[in-house]
Nanobody
Framework: QVQLVDSGGGLVQTGNSLKLSCAAS????????TAWFRQAPGKERKFVAV????????HYADSVKGRFTISRVDANNTVHLQMDSLKPEDTAVYYC???????????????WGQGTQVTVFS
């Protein structure tokens, strides 16, 4: 019942910033848990950040804590991921996803965006 379109990826140098966007249609993100995951080639899809539907509570993976910020703009039904101080280890395809209940495991999320590539070079 939810369609997601994620965007904002690109090629950046170490230390620079990117802002990813996840635009939703069909249902309001304020009623869902929305998360960002990332997957590098040959690696498992990993949790990055999550924001809850009502209170907009947030939680982050240790690897991005203090550098990434997840937020939601209800008027646009969009969730963002602000990524600062990027490192080569952040290189991956980033996906947004929604779940009806709070979760951080990929298998718990029902709807996914198509993914946007983030590449960080030294």
């Amino acid at each position: 019942q939810v369609q997601l379109v994620d965007s904002g990826g690109g090629l950046v140098q170490t230390g620079n910033s990117l802002k990813l966007s996840c635009a939703a249609s069909g249902r309001n993100l304020s009623t869902f848990t929305t998360a960002w995951f990332r997957q590098a080639p040959g690696k498992e899809r990993k949790f990055v950040a999550v924001i809850s539907g009502r209170e907009a509570d947030t939680h982050y993976a240790d690897s991005v804590k203090g550098r990434f910020t997840i937020s939601r703009v209800d008027a646009n039904n969009t969730v963002h991921l602000q990524m600062d101080s990027l490192k080569p280890e952040d290189t991956a395809v980033y996906y947004c996803a929604v779940a009806g209940r709070f979760a951080i495991l990929p298998g718990s999320f029902d709807y996914w965006g198509q993914g946007t590539q983030v590449t960080v070079f030294s």
